[in-house]
């Protein structure tokens, strides 16, 4: 690790892209593999980039190493940000049991304090149980970015975070980013406090946006944005324990708002005229994504392993899912879609 790659096995002209950052706690490991191999390719630009917790995460660390030193430093920057987390939680409670370590799996569920946790979340508040607000990814931010740097990037930066008030979400721009905009953006409920930024309280961008389209296509001039995804849309079988109906409840509510986005863009592409300049926007936007089976296969529990292991492993799947969408679709960017949103008018 870092496993290499072929080039894809042809050149192009340069294009910009936006890219679409879903998050996903531990499973974000998989978008830092994404990202490393597309930074590998010196025809992909980034015009902007939607991000969205661990994807808000990745996308913050990418922006501010790559002011720091091009495509090279934002694969160092993100790289070290992932190694960061592993060490700190090396002496976390929240590990694998013996069971899981034995038979391979990267759950959590067999873990006693994963489960007692798991339970006490359900009727304690985390205001209770950590009334000091303490967050381990404080201090890691600090360690990682440079947070004056971020306003000065030519790659353009949205954060979502939800209004706990409201229960709108907020986008926060590169100027206004800080460690307590990526922690908002990252903040479960039943495990943090809320996040007060200029007065009002924020949780987990994913309930508003996960990660937020509209940014990307008022602000940025691309055509073309890349979902990195995370969460599954959809599933084969039905949920039946407790766990894996909790895990799918919370994938349909951290998946609506997306989908609602990408519907809007598919819709306007039949109703939109070219000329306008708020529909034709939408109706002119490519859309393309990069997922991977595995990330169905791994259960909920698994988003707060912290383990170097694991997370060597979703970035390396994550490199060669990106492979594997450049050697398909390289040559459609700038040209088409390779996402079909219009299956999801069908469904509505």
């Not at 440079?146 to 008030?165: C, G, H």
Request: aromatic fraction near 8%; glycine fraction near 8%; proline fraction near 6%.
């Amino acid at each position: 690790m870092p496993i290499e790659a072929a080039k894809i096995p042809f050149t192009r002209d340069p294009i910009l892209v936006d890219l679409a950052l879903q998050g996903g706690g531990s499973h974000g490991a998989f978008t830092w593999g994404v990202l490393d191999r597309l930074l590998e390719e010196p025809w992909l630009g980034i015009d902007g980039i939607s991000g969205t917790s661990a994807g808000a995460m990745n996308a913050a660390v990418l922006v501010d190493g790559y002011v720091k030193g091009g495509a090279a430093g934002a694969r160092t920057a993100l790289e070290s940000f992932w190694r960061r987390v592993s060490d700190a939680a090396r002496f976390s409670p929240f590990r694998r049991g013996p069971l899981d370590v034995l038979l391979g799996r990267w759950t959590l569920d067999s873990s006693p304090i994963y489960v007692g946790m798991d339970l006490l979340s359900r009727l304690v508040s985390p205001y209770d149980l950590n009334p000091m607000g303490n967050n381990p990814l404080r201090a890691i931010l600090a360690e990682t970015i440079d947070f004056e740097r971020l306003p000065r990037s030519p790659i353009k930066l949205f954060i979502t975070a939800t209004n706990v008030r409201t229960g709108r979400g907020h986008v926060f721009k590169n100027n206004a980013i800080t460690p307590d905009v990526l922690l908002a953006s990252a903040c479960l409920p039943t495990m943090f406090q809320a996040i007060e930024i200029d007065g009002e309280p924020y949780w987990d961008g994913g309930y508003s946006g996960n990660p937020t389209i509209t940014p990307l296509i008022r602000e940025c001039t691309s055509q073309d944005t890349i979902l990195v995804q995370i969460n599954p849309i959809e599933r084969k079988e039905s949920p039946r324990s407790a766990s894996e109906i909790l895990n799918r409840l919370n994938e349909v509510s951290f998946n609506a708002v997306l989908l609602k986005e990408l519907r809007m863009i598919g819709l306007l592409r039949h109703v939109a005229n070219p000329g306008d300049s708020e529909g034709g926007q939408w109706a002119g936007m490519r859309i393309h994504r990069v997922a991977s089976e595995m990330m169905t296969e791994l259960g909920a529990s698994s988003k707060l392993n912290a383990e170097w292991e694991f997370f060597s492993l979703l970035h390396d799947e994550g490199r060669r899912s990106a492979q594997v969408f450049l050697e398909t679709h390289a040559m459609d960017l700038g040209s088409r879609s390779t996402l079909n949103i219009d299956a999801l008018l069908e469904q509505v």
